[in-house]
T-cell receptor, first 113, second 115 residues
Framework: KAGVTQTPRYLIKTRGQQVTLSCSPI?????VSWYQQTPGQGLQFLFE???????NKGNFPGRFSGRQFSNSRSEMNVSTLELGDSALYLCASSLDRGDNEQFFGPGTRLTVL | AQSVTQPDIHITVSEGASLELRCNYSYGATPYLFWYVQSPGQGLQLLLK??????LVQGIKGFEAEFKRSQSSFNLRKPSVHWSDAAEYFCAVAAPMEYGNKLVFGAGTILRVKS
């Protein structure tokens, strides 16, 4: 079974632009969560999607948003990029909401110049 | 709110020596507990998890962890470290069902293995 895939793997943007990151969960997994990883703040939960609905949200500004499609694939969007948004963005999928065993993708490395 | 403390930022051990990485959590009840490993430029790989039952859990790559409720700890151990174990290790907690699949991570411990 293929693992969690994330595209693109690397991205360079400039301040003020917006970006969309994509995540394809493991086949059959219905929950997708997103995390931001930075050297200063570590791993922080962004949001969780299940059945195309955001179920949980971390403490991030409204510039960070996401969605989930009927096939469980998910995208996250960051608008009006700031330098501090430079990070590794990790997507994780799990079978269900009650199943907390999450499988992580390799991440998308976003650099904001 | 849940929180996780990994008191050691860096640990260096000799190849073949034993390893213990510390993790303490703060949560009102018994949470779900996890250890993940991350190699440079990679995502996170689950080493082991504790949901309930036997407090000593076995994971992949020869790792084990022990849940101690009285100490709010979930320390990771390995009897003999291999050079390939050099990586960053994260302890994480999740509140059972309360917050869905939200994981709260510790700051991580970087393991260096010297030959």
């Amino acid at each position: 079974k293929a693992g969690v895939t994330q595209t693109p793997r690397y991205l360079i943007k400039t301040r003020g632009q917006q970006v969309t990151l994509s995540c394809s969960p493991i086949s059959g997994h219905r929950s997708v969560s997103w995390y931001q990883q930075t050297p200063g703040q570590g791993l922080q939960f962004l949001f969780e999607y299940f059945s195309e609905t955001q179920r949980n949200k971390g403490n991030f500004p409204g510039r960070f948003s996401g969605r989930q499609f009927s096939n469980s694939r998910s995208e996250m969007n960051v608008s009006t990029l700031e330098l501090g948004d430079s990070a590794l963005y990790l997507c994780a999928s799990s079978l269900d909401r009650g199943d907390n065993e999450q499988f992580f993708g390799p991440g998308t490395r976003l650099t904001v110049l | 709110a849940q929180s996780v403390t990994q008191p050691d930022i860096h640990i260096t051990v000799s190849e073949g020596a034993s390893l213990e990485l510390r993790c303490n959590y703060s949560y009102g009840a018994t949470p779900y507990l996890f250890w993940y490993v991350q190699s440079p430029g990679q995502g996170l790989q689950l080493l082991l998890k504790y949901f309930s039952g036997d407090t000593l859990v076995q994971g992949i790559k020869g790792f084990e962890a022990e849940f101690k409720r009285s100490q709010s700890s979930f320390n990771l151990r390995k009897p003999s470290v291999h050079w390939s174990d050099a990586a960053e290790y994260f302890c994480a907690v999740a509140a059972p069902m309360e917050y869905g699949n939200k994981l709260v991570f510790g700051a991580g411990t970087i393991l260096r293995v010297k030959s």
